[in-house]
Nanobody
Framework: QVQLVESGGGLVQPGGSLKLSCAASGSIFAIYAMAWYRQAPGEQRELVAHITSGGRTNDADTVKGRFTIARDNAENTVFLQMNSLQPEDTAAYYC??????????????WGQGPQVTVSS
């Protein structure tokens, strides 16, 4: 089985920065795309940033120029560096990994979605 463990959430002032990390472990044959999503209370979960196994990235327009996604393939870890945070960024941030597990084929796995709160 595959487990994603996230860290780095918390409270930050407007204009501040946080870095999230998400490490995958388990019986992994290969990890394909990894991504960060966020979900505010009562709202639909939305894609924040995405990165392929080759390092190609795309960001949502709402975070472009402020957030950066990166991978450490050797450690099966994805990061989200968040700069110039605003109150509108307040949400639970979920890591997703598309993982190929032997005999099962590729499937999506999710982290627990720790809270990021941006407030004075």
């Amino acid at each position: 089985q595959v487990q994603l463990v996230e860290s780095g959430g918390g409270l930050v002032q407007p204009g501040g920065s946080l870095k999230l990390s998400c490490a995958a472990s388990g019986s992994i044959f290969a990890i394909y795309a990894m991504a960060w999503y966020r979900q505010a209370p009562g709202e639909q979960r939305e894609l924040v940033a995405h990165i392929t196994s080759g390092g190609r990235t795309n960001d949502a327009d709402t975070v472009k120029g402020r957030f950066t996604i990166a991978r450490d393939n050797a450690e099966n870890t994805v990061f989200l560096q968040m700069n110039s945070l605003q109150p509108e960024d307040t949400a639970a941030y979920y890591c997703k990994a598309t993982v190929n597990v032997a005999a099962l084929g590729p499937d999506d796995y999710w982290g627990q979605g720790p809270q990021v709160t941006v407030s004075s």
